[in-house]
């Protein structure tokens, strides 16, 4: 059985072709696992399928072919084991922020006291640094408050995995560097599993463990799994005197900028041909090492009687 807390098994997403059309292969052959406690960052160009595999993570949306299994069970359908958290705020307009948290807490444990609720509800409007405003509605709000109402609530029900879809995207760089530090206090009290998308690569080697670098779609997949070994507390100011930190930066933009076309013209020249199923490489480009990851089971043999008896 895999340590993993998370897995992708050999997922794909096909969009049929208009009127009898060639079909679109957003993404396929992705595999991957993510510990228990693990920041892990997503990078790749627009079309390459990120936001879609977050989707078919939250439970959200489908995949074509593979399964996403957690603690031992298929992902089907959404679940408060999995928060999310989005680009376009997500709030209720018409209650404040104390309520549009303390909604979902309430919805995760029914049987709470009106105390309880309350003291776990501002519990995280502390963290990310909203005590004083918490009677307020969202429209008497700035956007980078919003933003961290947002990330309190899917902190505040506690779930085994969080995804964050570019949530910071629509942010000015100052308030952008604010919330990443709230982000980064928030998850090392909490040690919670995180997924993000990002566009930005020096937000990527702040905040997470391992960055996967996706090829470009269609036919997209994860090439590699950089390691960012740089210690913790990370500080935005002082991240960049690190030796290890041009060694990545340098590694992922290169992949960004070349490798990335690259290696997806020479997936989809091998579409057809029998491919190993592997999780992505790890690369570590301070060191040069690179670590190829054994799977556990064999992706193509996902069939409806093993995952039956895993739900």
Not at 31 to 38: A, L, S, Y
Not at 56 to 79: C, F, N, R, Y
Not at 139 to 159: D, E, H, T, W
């Amino acid at each position: 059985m895999s340590s993993y807390l998370l897995t992708a098994e050999n997922l794909s997403k096909v969009y049929p072709g208009p009127k009898g059309g060639e079909p679109l292969t957003v993404f396929d052959g992705v595999n991957f696992g993510v510990n228990k406690g693990e920041f892990v960052c997503v990078i790749g160009h627009s079309g390459c399928g990120k936001s879609t595999i977050l989707n078919i993570l939250a439970g959200l949306d489908d995949a074509t072919t593979g399964a996403v299994i957690m603690d031992g069970k298929e992902v089907a359908g959404p679940s408060l084991d999995r928060g999310v958290v989005f680009q376009n705020y997500s709030l209720l307009p018409w209650i404040s922020v104390f309520k549009n948290i303390s909604f979902a807490v309430k919805s995760r444990w029914p049987k709470w006291s009106k105390d309880e609720v309350y003291e776990h509800t501002m519990k995280y409007i502390e963290m990310v640094g909203l005590k004083g405003v918490e009677h307020r509605k969202p429209s008497q709000l700035s956007g980078g408050m919003r933003q961290r109402v947002s990330i309190a609530r899917a902190f505040a029900i506690q779930p085994k995995l969080l995804l964050l879809d570019e949530p910071f995207g629509a942010l000015d760089a100052l308030t952008r560097g604010m919330i990443q530090e709230e982000l980064i206090k928030v998850w090392e009290k909490t040690n919670q599993t995180v997924i993000m998308i990002t566009h930005d690569v020096d937000e990527a080697i702040l905040l997470s463990d391992r960055i996967f670098l996706m090829t470009n779609g269609p036919h997209a997949s994860i090439a590699e799994s950089v390691m960012i070994d740089i210690p913790r507390h990370r500080d935005r100011t002082e991240i960049i005197h690190h030796d290890h930190y041009y060694p990545i930066r340098n590694h992922v933009v290169d992949f960004l900028v070349k490798r990335s076309k690259e290696l997806n013209d020479t997936g989809i020249e091998q579409q057809g041909q029998e491919q190993a199923f592997h999780y992505p490489p790890e690369v570590n480009p301070a060191t040069g090492q690179v670590t190829e990851v054994k799977i556990d089971t064999d992706p193509s043999q996902v069939d409806d009687t093993r995952i039956a008896n895993l739900r």
